[in-house]
């Protein structure tokens, strides 16, 4: 549920959505590219997983919670950057699929979620369930998007929401970062 709730938040105030409303304007399949988004946000939080995988039997029960910290506050600071416009990906030429999948796979790549998810990982007994949680969290976001197109998506108060998202995570990162170092 954290992971779920967690996607919805961060996708809020990312670029995802956006590349999703311009893609599903330019091919015109708002569905196809709500299934490319899906593939691409959950083979990134795949990856996710098994970085936590990997890690997580180095670390205490505190310092898996001061990941967790230490990623919600990284993904809130980040969120309060200004937003530029996503590479529209029009030089590519492999097809509404081919162009949907591994624009957003590869801008998914690496961002905020992913190492939220990985954090979320670490600390569950059923890792799988992060990145299952935050696939269909910020497909939440991500698929109305496509589905609302990019005039309508960006006319939403993007400033707005990328401050509340910021404040919801930072706030988070605090309350756990506190609470791993037994403050709380």
Do not use: H
Request: proline share 4%; aromatic share 6%.
């Amino acid at each position: 549920m954290a992971a779920l709730v967690l996607g919805a938040i961060c996708q809020a105030g990312d670029k995802t959505p956006w590349l999703a409303a311009i893609l599903a304007d330019r091919f015109r399949a708002p569905g196809l590219v709500i299934a490319a988004t899906a593939a691409g946000l959950a083979a990134n939080y795949a990856l996710g997983v098994l970085g936590a995988l990997l890690i997580a039997p180095l670390l205490t029960p505190n310092a898996r919670l001061l990941l967790l910290a230490l990623a919600l506050v990284l993904a809130g600071a980040s969120t309060t950057l200004r937003a530029t416009s996503p590479d529209r990906l029009e030089g590519w030429r492999l097809g509404s699929w081919g162009t949907s999948v591994l624009g957003l796979a590869i801008m998914i790549f690496g961002d905020r979620m992913q190492f939220i998810v990985a954090a979320l990982a670490a600390g569950s007994t059923l890792p799988w369930l992060a990145a299952i949680g935050a696939t269909i969290g910020a497909l939440a976001v991500a698929a109305p998007a496509a589905l609302i197109g990019e005039r309508q998506w960006l006319a939403l108060p993007q400033r707005a929401i990328r401050w509340t998202t910021a404040a919801l995570l930072v706030i988070a990162g605090v309350v756990f970062g506190l609470s791993a170092v037994r403050l709380i």
